[in-house]
T-cell receptor
């Protein structure tokens, strides 16, 4: 059975802090791992990772995948209150997008 | 706003009602998905249509009946639901379900369903 574990489940930080969100996974026939940000409604796409060791960056966010150790991390530097959201990790294999429980990030001004 | 449009945004229905949720995309995507999301939980896959054919049914009760009339539209027909079916129902689409890597899923804003 496919399994995704995200940690921590929740996190409270002050603006300007750097955070690291973790995702470990076990899926059959791994194809990719996606990160999404969910505020109140639709999850919005952040990154898709398919290869180990290649960092993807978008502004203050970055992510990397380790296919040998079966985990991924999402880093956010210089956090802002607008980063407050649930961050979802979702690997895909035989089943499209198996979501982890998410990390609820709260950034305090 | 997303490129996947879901209607209605909110729906309240009784346990004996029949209603439908609708989803539309015009990105030329050939895979469409229904997810169910309860409060403070991650989205859970319900159904996947690939090229207008039902490809995955994650053992969903028959009171939920999906339909894909064409490549741009996806419906979810609801009948005799239970209060525990109250949730946010998310539609998503991607270019192709079977490509490797699979395409990015684009989500709609969801329909918030309350069953009374």
């Amino acid at each position: 059975e496919d399994k995704v574990v995200q940690s921590p489940l929740s996190l409270v930080v002050h603006e300007g802090d750097t955070v690291t969100l973790n995702c470990s996974y076990e899926v059959t026939n791994f194809r990719s791992l996606l990160w999404y940000k969910q505020e109140k409604k639709a999850p919005t796409f952040l990154f898709m990772l398919t290869s180990s060791g290649i960092e993807k960056k978008s502004g203050r966010l970055s992510s990397i995948l380790d296919k040998k150790e079966l985990f991924s991390i999402l880093n956010i530097t210089a956090t802002q209150t607008g980063d407050s959201a649930v961050y979802l990790c979702a690997p895909s294999g035989n089943t499209p997008l198996v979501f982890g429980k998410g990390t609820r990030l709260s950034v305090i001004a | 706003d997303t490129e996947v449009t879901q209607t209605p945004k909110h729906l309240v229905m009784g346990m004996t009602n029949k209603k439908s949720l609708k989803c539309e995309q015009h990105m030329g995507h050939r895979a469409m998905y229904w997810y169910k999301q309860k409060a403070k939980k991650p989205p859970e896959l319900m159904f996947v249509y690939s090229y207008e054919k039902l490809s995955i049914n994650e053992s969903v009760p028959s009171r939920f009946s999906p339909e894909c009339p064409n490549s741009s539209l996806l419906n979810l027909h609801l009948h005799a639901l239970q209060p525990e079916d109250s949730a946010l129902y998310l539609c998503a689409s991607s270019q192709d379900m079977d490509s490797s890597p699979p395409g990015i899923l684009h989500f709609g804003n969801g329909t918030r369903l309350t069953v009374t």
